[in-house]
T-cell receptor, first 115, second 115 residues
Framework: DTGVSQDPRHKITKRGQNVTFRCDPI?????LYWYRQTLGQGPEFLTY????????KSRLLSDRFSAERPKGSFSTLEIQRTEQGDSAMYLC?????????????FGDGTRLSIL | GDSVTQMEGPVTLSEEAFLTINCTYT??????LFWYVQYPGEGLQLLLK?????DKGSNKGFEATYRKETTSFHLEKGSVQVSDSAVYFC??????????????FGAGTRLAVHP
């Protein structure tokens, strides 16, 4: 059973650098979500894709953030000109599109540390 | 907007003790409710869910009942084990106009079980 895969698991970078994370959802899942989790808090919604269409972006997603899902399969999240406040765990989740209460399945996340 | 409130941790118990983690929610509609568990260094795993009032979700000895009258979804387990030590997140699904749902999480409750 292949779950949601995220790469890299850890990223350490200097302030001002650009970073890109990748998420591979469960293969049958059309819905893909990105969340951000800061230390001691629950995850917060960032953005949602239905196939390749980005249907919602949170106001947490400033103009330094961009997400894509070019072929409706894997997704990337890029942060430009990173800041200290970007340090967090970035989680990807996917779910079936049939039905409105399908549970979301999470990857192990990418932990970003800004020096 | 919708929100979830969990009891603050850490919760420290001896093995075989009874566990309750309180969760209450505020929502305009009728959300589904979830409990997720996060082990150190990992992503979130779905523990159980309930989709309507009076539903009881259960898994691995954990239970939670959707109480609409008290807007609560408390997590219980009759006899905890050391392996249950983790952070537990209560979440609700906020339905969006596109038919998908985004999750709203509580801040999490850390559980530590000692032998």
């Amino acid at each position: 059973d292949t779950g949601v895969s995220q790469d890299p698991r850890h990223k350490i970078t200097k302030r001002g650098q650009n970073v890109t994370f990748r998420c591979d959802p469960i293969s049958e899942h059309n819905r893909l979500y990105w969340y951000r989790q800061t230390l001691g808090q629950g995850p917060e919604f960032l953005t949602y894709f239905q196939n390749e269409a980005q249907l919602e972006k949170s106001r947490l997603l400033s103009d330094r953030f961009s997400a894509e899902r070019p072929k409706g399969s894997f997704s990337t999240l890029e942060i430009q000109r990173t800041e200290q406040g970007d340090s967090a765990m970035y989680l990807c989740a996917s779910s079936f599109s049939q039905g409105s209460n399908q549970p979301q399945h999470f990857g192990d996340g990418t932990r970003l540390s800004i020096l | 907007g919708d929100s979830v409130t969990q009891m603050e941790g850490p919760v420290t118990l001896s093995e075989e003790a009874f566990l309750t983690i309180n969760c209450t929610y505020t929502a305009t509609g009728y959300p589904s409710l979830f409990w997720y568990v996060q082990y150190p260094g990992e992503g979130l795993q779905l523990l159980l869910k309930a989709t309507k009032a009076d539903d009881k979700g259960s898994n691995k000895g954990f239970e939670a009942t959707y109480r609409k009258e008290t807007t609560s979804f408390h997590l219980e387990k009759g006899s905890v084990q050391v392996s249950d030590s983790a952070v537990y997140f209560c979440a609700l699904s906020e339905m969006r106009s596109g038919g998908y749902n985004k999750l709203i999480f509580g801040a999490g409750t850390r559980l530590a079980v000692h032998p």
